[in-house]
């Protein structure tokens, strides 16, 4: 069972930054794909990022698609969101997800495993 803990949240001006981290436990992201979620109040939960699980590959939502950037350390077992160029809609709790296979995925029902989320509020 793959448990998955976010980090690196916060509060944040409009054009700033912000590092989230999500360390993964009892497994690994080695050939899986991982993925970013977020949710605003009242909102879905909407698709952020992904990155494949055998060749790196990357996808981006339209929304953040130059200014996010999806990575991960198989190493330490650790995959990263780098947002920049924040705006106040980004404000949302963050999620990360493992899915089951090495593909890229972008449906929340694809993925198996999610942290309990962090939160990013944006201030303009």
């Known amino acids: 069972q793959v448990q998955l803990v976010e980090s690196g949240g916060g509060w944040v001006q409009a054009g700033g930054s912000l590092r989230l981290s999500c360390a993964a436990s009892?497994?690994?992201?080695?050939?899986?794909?991982m993925g970013w979620f977020r949710q605003a109040p009242g909102k879905e939960r909407e698709f952020v990022a992904s990155i494949s699980g055998s060749y790196g590959g990357t996808y981006y939502a339209n929304s953040v698609k130059g200014r996010f950037t999806i990575s991960k350390d198989i190493a330490k077992n650790t995959g990263y969101l780098q947002m920049n160029s924040l705006k106040p809609e980004d404000t949302a709790v963050y999620y990360c997800?493992?899915?089951?296979?090495?593909?890229?995925?972008?449906?929340?029902?694809?993925?198996?495993?999610w942290g309990q989320g962090t939160q990013v509020t944006v201030s303009s």
């Open positions: 997800a493992v899915g089951r296979t090495y593909e890229i995925k972008w449906r929340p029902g694809d993925y198996a495993y």
């Open positions: 009892g497994g690994t992201f080695r050939g899986y794909v």
